[in-house]
């Protein structure tokens, strides 16, 4: 059964502190891990999709990593408008996703 | 391109009561979805379509239906309203899946549905 964990549920950060997120997850076979921004009272956004371990891409201050088991969401030097919930998840079927609980992130200036 | 667009933002319904919540894209795209979201759990699917006339249960259908008469739309009925369904109701629409390229779904805005 596919499955996927994120952690920690919630992370408050000072602008400037620089963290990771973490997304585990056990799936039968791996076609495609996705992180989402979603901000309050919005659907998600998509940030990025990971193939393969190994396998990163970057965008502005976030940097997404993939092993085997689990993926990182790296938050290098944050700001403010960082703040928002990081929302992982794993392709299943026709293109469908299974969605983690997310990790609510604050930036305090 | 507006994108995913759905209406209402937010809807009180009675017990008992039935509705049709709506959504529409503008990007052509081959698949959408619906998905609700309840506090401190992750979105659940509740049906997809891969095209127009077709459409499938997700994880969580029980309570909804679903119809695909053109490309663009994608309504969810809600019939028999039930407390269960108080959520936040996301529509999602993407490619088909094709080697490649990322797939993302875009999202709608969302519809707040409280049953009372």
């Known amino acids: 059964e596919d499955q996927v964990t994120q952690s920690p549920e919630a992370l408050r950060l000072q602008e400037g502190e620089s963290s990771s997120l973490n997304c585990s997850y056990t799936v039968s076979g791996l076609r495609g891990l996705f992180w989402y921004r979603q901000d309050p009272g919005k659907g998600p956004e998509f940030l990025f999709t990971?193939?393969?371990a190994g396998e990163e891409k970057e965008k502005e201050r976030l940097k997404a990593t993939l092993t085997k088991k689990e993926s990182f969401l790296h938050i290098t030097a944050p700001k403010p408008e960082d703040s928002a919930t990081y929302l992982c998840a794993l392709r299943t079927g026709a293109n469908n996703l299974f969605f983690g609980t997310g990790t609510r992130l604050t930036v305090i200036p | 391109n507006a994108g995913v667009t759905q209406t209402p933002k937010f809807r009180i319904l009675k017990i008992g009561q039935s509705m049709t919540l709506q959504c529409t894209q503008d990007?052509?795209?081959?698949?959408m979805y619906w998905y609700r979201q309840d506090p401190g759990m992750g979105l659940k699917l509740i049906y997809y379509s891969v095209g127009a006339g077709i459409t499938d249960k997700g994880e969580v259908p029980n309570g909804y239906n679903v119809s695909r008469s053109t490309t663009e739309d994608f309504p969810l009925r809600l019939e028999l309203a039930a407390p269960s369904q108080t959520s936040v109701y996301f529509c999602a629409s993407s490619w088909a899946l094709t080697s490649g390229i990322d797939n993302e779904q875009f999202f709608g805005p969302g519809t707040r549905l409280t049953v009372l």
């Open positions: 990971l193939y393969s």
């Open positions: 990007m052509n795209h081959n698949y």
